[in-house]
């Protein structure tokens, strides 16, 4: 019986896009033929380092801009709600609104002025 070779079509990729191009330019293959080059690890290690920091950064940074919008929103209602309640206050505190309120309880507003108690001194 006749054994099956599949033949492998080599279609050359130099010349049919960018990438390819900037790819044969720079001959990355080449110093790859070995395997990864160790006396680079350090660097790329420390570069994957400031990215991940860099990254991270970016979110702790996000989250409190967040944060910050939220609470600011928060602040301008608990500000409208104290005006609100300040101004309610100040109309309920004035003399003829307490008078009215008292009015039920049989308390009257007294009609005579007050009077200054003098005490003399013995010396």
């Known amino acids: ?3 099956n070779r599949f033949k492998i ?3 050359s990729s130099s010349g049919r896009n960018i990438f390819s191009r900037i790819e044969n330019m720079m001959k990355i293959d080449a110093a790859f033929e070995s395997g990864i080059p160790v006396k ?3 660097y ?7 990215a991940l920091f860099y990254i991270g950064n970016s979110h702790f940074a996000e ?5 910050i919008d ?3 929103k928060e602040v301008e209602d ?3 709600d104290y005006t609100t309640l300040k101004s309610d206050y100040m109309f309920a505190s004035k003399q003829s609104e307490v008078a ?9 507003e007294s009609i005579q002025p007050p009077e200054k108690v003098v005490i003399k001194d013995e010396h």
């Open 44 to 50: 790329v290690l420390f570069l994957a380092g400031v």
């Open 9 to 11: 079509e080599s279609k």
């Open 63 to 67: 989250r409190n801009v967040r944060k």
């Open 40 to 42: 680079y690890m350090p």
């Open 1 to 3: 019986m006749a054994a």
């Open 70 to 72: 939220a609470l600011e």
């Open 78 to 80: 608990l500000r409208a």
């Open 100 to 108: 009215k309120n008292v009015a039920g309880l049989g308390i009257k």
